[in-house]
């Protein structure tokens, strides 16, 4: 199987793109949704990743590559919850917002805009390359 595709999705007032970005690396924690969680899992080593500020700014802003695969969330106090470790690549060149997702013909089906609870989602590659363009931003 070859690189996947997914998004993330985080309150920039709890964790945005630039703190990402100063830390250089994180562990996605606190996920507590079952599908989230079994997406998290999915996830592979070098598989691309989309962030998107939720809430507040509702845009995708930069990307990331997931550096470990799925392991037991440090955070979780019961349950069986995981967490995968992401590295970011880069911001968008210009951020992608949610109205620009839902008004254009490739992404207005992609989950964020079906399933907008859901804090991890996979990407048809098509999907993720569209918001690449839109945002000004080369594929990797």
Do not use: C
């Amino acid at each position: 199987m070859g690189t996947q595709r997914w998004l993330v999705k985080q309150e920039p007032e709890a964790y945005a793109w630039e703190a990402f970005v100063r830390d250089g690396r994180t562990a996605w924690t606190g996920v507590r949704n079952f599908q989230a969680r079994n997406f998290l899992r999915a996830m592979r080593k070098g598989d691309l990743v989309l962030y998107y500020h939720s809430v507040t700014g509702k845009a995708v802003v930069g990307m990331a590559r997931v550096v470990r695969e799925a392991y037991p969330d440090p955070t979780a106090t019961e349950g069986d919850w995981s967490v995968v470790d992401l590295e970011p690549s880069g911001p968008l060149a210009r951020p992608v917002t949610l109205e620009q997702l839902k008004a254009d013909a490739i992404t207005a089906g992609m989950p964020l805009v079906r399933q907008s609870r859901l804090s991890v989602m996979p990407l048809e590659e098509a999907v993720f390359r569209r918001v690449l363009e839109l945002g000004d931003t080369r594929a990797p």
